[in-house]
């Protein structure tokens, strides 16, 4: 099995998911490719305990990214920085001629993005993608089949969202993710965004317009000094866009995030409704599919109870239950897959491209412009 040497740029907690993936990779009994952890770059090397105990492959510890692309024992990275620094560090990685798995949104801005995608695009044989789980459940993989198959007929109202309650408390301190110079304008948006649009982006399904109600319902929030200072960033947001499958008829698209989500705690939710059937899904329950089929009589919802029916092939007999940790873990086997076939397994079971991420930066930076309007904006 080929090894692929990776270099982990911004060792939080989204770095060490992807340790922790890497360190189960004989889960993934077919694979043609595993990833060994040999760099690591983190503001506070302080930080980097966990993986020194962890990880004995690991060879370089630093504060400089830089460094860990000049480094020729790597042979890709993972990045999970804040937002204002994606456009420097993405772009240096791809033109080091490393491979690349960002976090989103993959830019701090849309020009930001379009910086990011052009050096892609100028250096074509590095496979540069962008971070989204919430398509590896396997009821997400069981809908995807759906529309690969056309089962769906015309469709009529699509409803995806990720909901939760991070925020909820309103004397949680302030962090990087509620200042705008940091965060960005974007938000919500920026920050769970893209997880909700990963699905409709697949399927085709592109929005040619949005009307968008943004809310700011925490103004300020503790410093973590004794002090409070001001929340600048969109807490919530519900967009409304008029959507269209390409050859086919328009429908409306209703996407939701929030990070002040009452009832809430992590929820990741598709609704798809069509002429000939319906599915919907929400990962609160995340073993329960529900799929409506019209034969002409009364309408039912059959619930199918999904196991560990994952895209890649897992050790784990499917009878058993998939989570989080598993969603990880698939996404860095589609990466891994698609880095050595230069090709995705099937459509759904692919990370976000390059040109994805600057489709939700359209339609984040007319969401934007939507709310200084009141209006319906075009993306």
């Not at 504060?63 to 990045?79: C, Q, S």
């Not at 960002?102 to 540069?128: H, Q, W, Y």
């Not at 909901?163 to 920050?191: A, C, F, Q, T």
């Amino acid at each position: 099995m080929k090894t692929v040497r990776f270099g982990i740029i911004g060792c939080g907690v989204m770095g060490r998911e992807f340790a922790s993936a890497a360190a189960r990779w004989c889960h993934l009994p077919d694979m043609p490719a595993r990833p060994e952890i040999v760099a690591l770059c983190a503001r506070n090397l302080g930080a980097l305990a966990w993986y020194r105990e962890n990880f004995p492959s690991v060879a370089q510890m630093t504060h400089d990214y830089r460094a860990v692309l000049a480094n020729p024992n790597v042979d890709a990275v993972y990045v999970a920085l804040p937002h204002h620094l994606h456009r420097e560090v993405y772009c240096a990685a791809i033109e080091a001629g490393k491979h690349l798995l960002g976090e989103k949104p993959f830019g701090m801005t849309k020009p930001d993005c379009e910086a990011i995608v052009a050096s892609a695009r100028a250096n074509p044989k590095v496979l540069v993608r962008c971070s989204s789980q919430s398509i590896f459940f396997p009821a997400m993989q069981r809908i995807g089949e759906m529309v690969d198959r056309n089962t769906f007929g015309q469709i009529i109202d699509l409803q995806t969202g990720f909901l939760h309650s991070s925020d909820l408390d309103p004397n949680k301190p302030i962090n990087w993710k509620r200042m705008v110079e940091i965060n960005g304008e974007y938000g919500v948006m920026g920050d769970l965004g893209a997880h909700a649009c990963h699905f409709a982006f697949r399927a085709g399904w592109v929005p040619r317009n949005v009307r968008a109600v943004l809310s700011d319902i925490v103004k300020e929030r503790p410093d973590g000094k004794g002090g409070r200072v001001p929340c600048k960033t969109w807490d919530n947001a519900t967009l409304l866009c008029e959507t269209a499958p390409a050859g086919a008829e328009p429908f409306p698209w209703v996407l939701r995030v929030q990070r002040i989500a009452p009832g809430q705690k992590n929820n990741w939710y598709v609704e798809v409704y069509g002429t000939r059937a319906s599915a919907r899904w929400t990962s609160v329950k995340a073993d329960l599919l529900e799929i409506m089929e019209y034969d002409g009589g009364e309408q039912t919802w059959r619930q199918i109870q999904m196991g560990h029916e994952t895209a890649f092939k897992s050790i784990t007999a499917p009878i058993f239950q998939f989570g989080f940790s598993d969603a990880i873990l698939q996404m860095w086997a589609a990466f891994m897959h698609e880095l050595v076939h230069r090709q995705p397994l099937k459509k759904f079971a692919s990370c976000l491209t390059p040109e994805e991420a600057l489709l939700s930066h359209r339609l984040f930076t007319a969401a934007l412009e939507s709310q200084k309007k009141c209006a319906v904006v075009p993306v």
